[in-house]
């Protein structure tokens, strides 16, 4: 039986929770350790260790397949050190190159577009949209140089639910396999046939970790979104799962038909096919390390938030609709009407979010800063923090890693 400490709302029995509303051993050693020391948030011997451990060797998602719909459409996305081309090639399949010629490793375009080839803009080398290389001027007399050896190289590829996850290992395990039990959660929200209306860029001064932190914790709510989120969507509606297997996790808002218009009323055509679990509350989910999205009842946000340096973040945050919304959008104004209340809300509750992520971070930078507590509100945030540590930190050298390793027990 649930206690009432098991979740860290106030409604822990709800049986549509069923095991995840059990008490379990995550809270309780949440509400005895500390959270993550300071430096975790700017030493670069971390931050390396993040992007090898993470960002190099988990499933990543980049955007969605809406972003590439045609033969030859691209776009590009970095990745800590890395630069991924992204690109229907021309069969059609969703494909992502490293942003590395094969010469002497110029990158090869910026941005995103439609193209038939990729030339490197350096010596002049052409490749294919499948990566193959085509042409390379003035190469006929070096020794054994045969085109078919210098292909771009390549990054695994998935798509899930109209999302592309890509991969820099060699034989990653399938990211249906990284995510169990989340499938259940989402699958009344159609996201596979939602197409991208709005996107966001911001590039912010704080830890990439920072940023997700504040997504993966309810208990700023009352606080950093006291007259937006607060009013429509209180503190007490809010619960967290924390015996959910890894590496993902939720936050799950129990308000019925939640969505991002000024009273939390859908404004846009419900998504067809709803379940009764999807129409019963918002689901704002994570995939570890940094995919964080809240499918709601007539549309989808989601965030990515990618590392640019110890200190600094890109952070993209995309709107989606299903298609048929999408198409009524052109010509509707009253919908229209409605998407600008969304844009207008997300904005504004981003920016709050946004202004308190870069003011942690001046904090974490104080040298008399030191590792604080969890309350009931950030089981989540314990269970991310704990997933860190044993996945990144505990191979980190020993100097680096004497206080960040082990969720020290108080
Ligand atoms: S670096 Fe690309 S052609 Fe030389
Ligand atoms: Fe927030």
């Known amino acids: ?44 011997a971390i931050y390396q260790s993040e992007l090898e451990r993470l960002f190099f060797n988990q499933w990543i998602c980049v955007g969605r397949v809406d972003e590439v719909p045609s033969v030859g459409d691209f776009f590009t996305r970095a990745i800590g050190t890395e630069s991924v081309i992204v690109v229907r090639d021309s069969a059609s399949s969703v494909r992502a190159h490293l942003n590395v010629c094969r010469h002497r490793a110029c990158p090869l375009v910026e941005g995103r577009g439609t193209a038939t080839a990729f030339k490197c803009p350096y010596h002049g080398w052409l490749y294919t949209l499948s990566g193959e ?11 054994g140089f045969d085109k078919k050896d210098y292909s771009l190289l390549q990054a695994q590829v998935e798509l899930w639910h109209g999302f592309i996850f890509i991969h820099f290992g060699k034989a990653p395990p399938p990211l249906a396999a990284c995510v169990p039990g989340l499938q259940e959660w989402i699958s009344g929200f159609d996201l ?6 709005r996107e966001w860029e911001y590039r912010l001064d704080c830890n990439w970790k920072v940023y997700v932190e504040n997504y993966v914790e309810e208990y700023h709510v009352p606080f ?8 429509i969507m209180p503190l007490p509606g ?21 969505s991002w218009s000024s009273t939390g009323k859908p404004l846009l055509p419900l998504i067809k096919g709803l379940t009764e679990r999807s129409q019963s509350g918002m689901p704002l ?71 308190i992520a870069k003011k942690q971070q001046r904090g ?15 089981f989540l945030l314990f269970k991310y923090h704990d997933w860190l540590r044993q996945h990144v930190y505990s191979h980190l050298g020993s100097a680096e890693r004497s206080d960040v390793i082990g969720a020290k027990e108080v």
């Not at 409604?11 to 995550?26: S, V």
């Not at 989601?302 to 048929?324: A, H, I, N």
């Not at 008399?368 to 509100?377: D, E, I, L, N, T």
């Open 192 to 197: 596979e046939n939602q197409v991208t209306i």
């Open 133 to 143: 290389l085509r042409g390379a001027a003035e190469m006929q007399r070096t020794v």
């Open 285 to 355: 989910f994570i995939v570890y390390p940094m995919f964080l999205c809240m499918p709601a009842v007539d549309c989808t946000a989601y965030y990515l938030v990618f590392p640019t340096g110890p200190e600094t973040s890109q952070v993209l945050l995309r709107l989606c609709v299903p298609q048929d919304t999408a198409a009524a959008l052109k010509s509707d104004a009253e919908l229209q009407a409605g998407a600008a209340e969304y844009y207008r809300n997300i904005e504004t509750f981003v920016a709050e979010d946004n202004e």
């Open 224 to 231: 950093v979104h006291r007259e937006t989120l607060e009013p």
């Open 364 to 378: 974490l930078r104080s040298r008399r800063a030191v590792p604080g507590r969890y309350s009931k509100r950030e």
């Open 238 to 258: 809010w619960h967290t799962y924390p015996e959910i297997a890894e590496p993902w996790g939720m936050i799950w808002g129990d308000y019925p038909k939640l």
């Open 1 to 44: 039986m649930a206690t009432k400490e098991g979740t860290s709302g106030e409604n822990p029995h709800d049986p549509r929770f069923g095991q995840f509303g059990q008490l379990g051993a995550n809270a309780r050693r949440a509400l005895e350790s500390e959270t993550l020391p300071p430096h975790a948030y700017w030493s670069t």
